[in-house]
């Protein structure tokens, strides 16, 4: 895992309640659903039992996850400076290939939605649209081979 993890502060605050969310409610749940498949007898062919411990173990793991990015977060500091590309940054930019306009969001690793075009700082667009202006384009370099994108509008 990575040292520290960049977070704008609503990035920050959701992480934290969604720990809050696993470390209370969800770990109680299946506390409940495993207490509940164990009163059904003999635990050895016990689906239900089963998928409530693997359940559980993949919280477990979410949870130290979340924790980690939590402890090691840098908060970046929300700015108005449209100047150039930053996390926190909503770009709008022209595929020179496919002549198609995209708006994506930056945000930090632990905030990407990628339905919704919210990036990483980190991923392949992301990186290469930090720190660039208005007007200027960008070459991605991807898996199925390198494209353009023009930076329409920063918002």
Do not use: C, W
Not at 15 to 35: F, G, H, N, P, S
């Amino acid at each position: 895992m990575a040292d520290k993890f960049e977070m704008t502060q609503e990035g920050y605050e959701a992480a934290k309640a969604q720990l809050e969310y696993l470390q209370t409610v969800k770990r109680k749940e299946i506390v409940e659903r495993i207490a509940e498949a164990r009163s059904h007898g003999d635990l050895s062919e016990n689906a239900e039992y089963d998928a409530a411990r693997n359940e559980q173990a993949a919280n477990e793991g979410e949870i130290a996850e979340l924790e980690y990015k939590v402890k090691n977060a840098v908060i970046i500091e929300k700015t108005e400076d449209n100047s150039a590309v930053h996390i926190g940054s909503k770009v709008t930019v022209k595929d020179l290939d496919l002549d198609e306009e995209a708006v994506y969001t930056i945000k930090g690793t632990t905030e990407v939605d990628p339905m919704n075009n919210v990036i990483s700082n980190e991923s392949p667009v992301g990186a290469a649209l930090l720190g660039h202006k208005k007007g200027e384009t960008v070459t991605i370099k991807a898996p199925n081979g390198d494209y353009q994108l023009k930076i329409l509008k920063i918002n």
